[in-house]
């Protein structure tokens, strides 16, 4: 059997080199749909989400925060797992197409390079009106300043890397 047809790495790209795959393939009609986070511990929650936000478009695209900018952002016990191998996990998904990896806390700056159709995040991210809550969500206005869409899906209860680490935390 062809091991190469196991190895999803090809689906990992530097930023500038996706600007160029994005705009390409926008200009043949496709929608683009983007989502970043940590992902350190996969779960429920993240395959349901991922697999939600690929339907909205045709090809998805993650951005996947640093290691350095999940400790900023989580503490300085996180990640669990290294971004090489977190990279590496999330290109496995067949629903994912594109994953690169930012040094950012925020996915403003790439947003504003690739410039995806939909850019998706969890329903945990809405105000108590439903939209995206600005303070929580600043690459909403980023998106919005170039004409591309907000979507949040609704987020799964009980999922979640924090909860999960808690739940391992409190083992015998």
Request: glycine letters at 8%; proline letters at 6%; one cysteine or more.
């Amino acid at each position: 059997m062809n091991k190469l047809l196991y190895d999803t790495r090809h689906k990992i790209w530097l930023r500038e080199e996706l600007v160029e795959e994005v705009q390409y393939r926008q200009r043949r009609g496709e929608r683009g749909v983007f989502t970043n986070g940590c992902f350190d511990l996969l779960h429920l929650g993240h395959i349901r989400y991922l697999q939600e936000a690929h339907d909205l478009g045709d090809f998805l695209i993650l951005g996947l925060n640093s290691d350095e900018s999940v400790r900023s952002l989580k503490g300085p016990a996180r990640p669990l797992v290294p971004e090489a191998e977190r990279a590496e996990i999330m290109a496995a998904l067949t629903c994912v197409d594109y994953v690169t990896i930012f040094p950012e806390t925020t996915a403003s700056a790439l947003l504003n390079c690739l410039q995806p159709d939909v850019y998706v995040k969890g329903g945990d991210y809405a105000s108590q009106e439903g939209a995206p809550d600005p303070e929580r969500l600043p690459e909403a206005s980023v998106v919005q300043a170039y004409g591309g869409v907000v979507r949040l899906i609704p987020y799964l209860p009980g999922h979640s890397t924090t909860e999960l680490i808690a739940e391992i935390k409190d083992l015998p």
